[in-house]
DNA sequence: CTGGGGATGGGGCCC
DNA sequence: CGGGCCCCATCCCCA
């Protein structure tokens, strides 16, 4: 006989005596601020915490302490939350630093929540999209202002007011009902800054058309470095500044579906049909494609790795390319001297991260032939399949994962390479402290 | 210190 | 809708 409700008042009793810090062997200390937890809780809950806790199993009767400098304390409330009621605190504004904070503790189950929170956004914005465009022309004055108000208040009818959601006891956006809270657009009165090249190339094609809210050149491109510095810095910041975004947007007079050049108005009649608008940025994009590979730039998803040093990308054709110049090294020129070579004339080497074609003269002037790369099994190696995609992505900092990457290989190329990886993850590491 | 070049990554868009 | 190409910006290394 089973009673179906003990778990459930387990886990409420644990979560009654962590609250009132009963039993409580483990501390874990967030950017200054203290959480009191279980440690046998925390080892079922976090890969992290079992290591962690492994290594310290020895001395049981010492109070175990956790330091993390990588995330929030409002970001690992969510988290704590999560470990002691299985209710995880998702909101539009929190989930990357979740989804981080979780692939840092190894919780596979909250990355994978995340995931399909960010998911979800997509039909969301879809829906909330067709809502935008079935609205009156009639309700809208002539500066748009009672639009932009409009759709944004859509929004915010059903989710949190801003920096709720790191209360959970505070109408937090729980996942199933999930709604984004800071969907923002770019106020374009707000762009004095002259058009970049690219801008200014785009817009010299598309003038006559209508023209999305162009994404500020304030607004820096997510690469993934970036992606990595915003995780690992305070939350406090990002939500801070994505919140001063939000008010400000909300009253400009300009935002929404037009785009204004000087006085040059596009009449709202071209508006394109079809527009999906970023939950994390202002960029908006015409195809629901677009706006999935635009959104691995926000979830640092990299589903695509390089059989042949374990290198991951966010899109297929980086990695096409990627592998072209690097493991084909394409280029039949050497690097030194820029002579033409052929497969004979020349060798591909490895010096630290880089790869390249020197010449057999070069080579050998260099005295570098030693860590010549075999050829020869390159040729084996493709690109990975979809089947893998989303087994093995990380996020973030977290570049353990790097070493599973080169686990199916088996090419001397590989081989030689897998201590290029650990070379790139330790890079990785040093980098931040040299620049 | 600086400019050049390679590698990477993001967006647009065609097929 | 995915693949892939092109263009561009940025980062980083190196001479």
């Known amino acids: 006989m ?73 970001t690992f409330t969510v988290i704590l939350d999560f470990v002691y009621s299985g209710k995880l605190s998702l909101t539009g504004q929190n989930v990357i630093e979740v989804m981080s904070a979780a692939s840092y503790l190894q919780m596979t189950d909250v990355i994978s929540v995340c995931k399909t929170f960010i998911k979800s956004s997509l039909d969301i914005s879809e829906k909330e999209k067709d809502r935008y465009f079935s609205l009156s022309d009639k309700d809208v004055n002539s500066n748009g202002v009672d639009r932009s108000c409009l759709y944004v ?25 999930s ?48 992606l990595e510095d915003r995780a690992s810095e305070p939350s406090g910041h990002v939500t801070q500044s994505e919140e001063q975004v939000q008010i400000e947007e909300v009253e400009s007079p300009q935002v929404g579906y037009q785009y204004t050049q000087g006085s040059d108005v596009i009449p709202r009649d071209d508006l394109p049909r079809m527009r999906f608008k970023c939950p994390f940025c202002t960029h908006v994009v015409k195809r629901k494609a677009d706006l999935k590979r635009h959104l691995r730039c926000h979830t640092g998803e990299r589903p ?18 990627h592998f072209r110049t690097i493991h084909q090294a394409c280029k039949l020129i050497c690097r030194k001297c820029k002579r033409h070579l052929t497969e004979r004339t020349g060798q591909v080497v490895q010096e630290g991260t880089r790869r390249y074609r020197l010449c057999n003269g070069c080579l050998a002037a260099a005295g570098i032939d030693s860590i010549r790369i075999d050829l020869d099994a390159e040729t084996p190696l493709e690109f990975p399949q979809e089947g ?16 599973e990457i080169v686990e199916d290989g088996s090419t001397d190329l590989i081989i030689q390479q897998v201590d290029d990886s650990e070379d790139e993850a330790e890079e990785r590491e040093v980098k931040p402290n040299i620049r």
Not at 47 to 73: N, R
Not at 305 to 319: Q, T, V
Not at 390 to 397: A, K, L, P, T
Request: proline letters at 6%.
């Open 2 to 74: 089973e009673i179906s409700s003990h778990q459930f008042h387990l886990l409420q009793q644990l979560n009654e005596q962590r609250r009132q810090d009963l039993f409580c062997d483990c501390s874990i200390l967030v950017q200054g601020k203290v959480f009191k937890a279980h440690r046998n809780v925390l080892f079922a809950s976090s890969g992290y915490f079992k290591m962690l806790l492994s290594q310290s199993s020895k001395e049981t009767s010492q109070p175990t302490t956790a330091t993390f400098q990588a995330f929030s304390p409002d």
């Open 153 to 177: 208040a859509g929004w915010r009818a059903e989710s949190s007011p801003p920096r709720s959601h790191l209360n959970p006891d505070q109408g937090t956006c729980m996942m199933g009902g």
């Open 179 to 226: 709604a984004w809270s800071n969907l923002s657009y770019y106020p374009t009165s707000q762009r004095n800054t002259p058009l970049s090249k690219h801008e200014q190339r785009q817009d010299s094609i598309k003038k006559s058309r209508h023209l999305g809210p162009q994404q500020s050149p304030d607004i820096p491109h997510c690469k993934s470095s970036k």
């Open 304 to 321: 695509y790795p390089c059989e042949a040093c374990g290198k991951r990308f966010s899109r297929l054709d980086h990695l096409s390319s």
């Open 388 to 403: 893998d995609k989303d087994s093995r992505w990380h996020y973030g900092e977290d570049n353990k994962s790097d070493v």
